[in-house]
């Protein structure tokens, strides 16, 4: 009986990550940041990822063997190990990014962050806003 269990929830599993194609691989490339359920900075935070992790982004499926470009201009839909959200295009790169932690690693262990810290400093680069000021 176990055994059968098991196997129905490989199966599904398997379906599960079948619906979606993947497009390519990139890099995140900022120190720390989230995965979103929905393309939107604000929404809510499914997992937390830190530089240098590989995501996969994905096209969406919407029916037999037809798949759809989550077109979005900021955000990418992404697949992170059992995630599956959105990343801001912003952050992502093609090559693997040198990264504060792979520099300074005895600096960075040093700090002692825990999960709790890394999700409220994922969720600063979330709000933080790149470029120039167009402030005169």
């Given at each position: 009986m176990r055994n059968l269990a098991f196997i129905l929830v490989l199966i599904f599993s398997i379906s599960a990550f079948a619906k979606d194609?993947?497009?390519?691989?990139?890099?995140?490339?900022?120190?720390f940041g989230h995965i979103h359920r929905n393309p939107s900075k604000y929404s809510e935070s499914i997992s937390t990822i830190s530089?240098?992790?590989?995501?996969?982004?994905?096209?969406?499926s919407v029916g037999k063997k037809k798949y759809q470009e989550v077109f979005n201009k900021h955000f990418n839909y992404i697949s992170v190990g059992p995630y599956k959200g959105y990343i801001n295009k912003s952050y992502l790169?093609?090559?693997?990014?040198?990264?504060?932690?792979?520099?300074?690693?005895?600096?960075f262990d040093h700090l002692n962050l825990?999960?709790?810290e890394m999700y409220h400093w994922g969720k600063l680069y979330d709000q933080y806003e790149y470029g120039r000021s167009k402030v005169q």
């Open positions: 194609k993947v497009v390519r691989v990139a890099y995140f490339k900022t120190l530089c240098g992790y590989p995501v996969r982004i994905l096209k969406k790169t093609d090559r693997k990014p040198t990264c504060f932690q792979d520099r300074y690693p005895r600096f825990d999960l709790a």
